[in-house]
């Protein structure tokens, strides 16, 4: 059982999640529309990376017999100033997640909850590939996106993502 204090918090990670994957959509959507279709793939795939850190939450709530509350979304930001914007939005909102994320670790020591603080790690550890992920793009997108031919290059690069369910292990 997890008592009140980390239930919350682990249910407002859930929809934190599941905005990431909205927003990440919405940055697909604008990509694709703007020829991008290797860089919207590549945030197609983020979305549904994001659905599975969702999920695994989910999962892990329902396992410790508390009750999961979904809470409503937000709608994302829908209107983008190219790829360059994109990314370093995509990387302020990592970094927004990785804050919450040792939020929920700070409280379940406080709270003496070890098994949730030892659960947490593996989003301790993915949010590091999270920011790394997205910063090494933005200093591709700085190198060379200013050309329209390594931009084209880029984009063939970023398309080759594939998707593999994020595991809890
Ligand atoms: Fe779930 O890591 Fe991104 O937001």
Known sequence: MINDKVKEILNEQINKEFYSAY???SMGAYLSDVGLYGFSKWMEIQAREEIDHGMILFNYILKRKAKVELKSLGGPELSF???EDIFNKAYEHERSITSAIDCIAGLTENECDLATRNFIDWYLKEQ???EDNVLRIISKI???GSDKAS??????EL???EYSQSDYE
């Open 128 to 130: 590091i590939e999270e």
């Open 142 to 144: 700085k190198a060379f």
């Open 23 to 25: 927003l990440y959509l």
């Open 81 to 83: 100033n190219g790829v």
């Open 151 to 156: 931009l084209y290059l880029l984009d063939k």
């Open 159 to 161: 398309g080759n993502r």
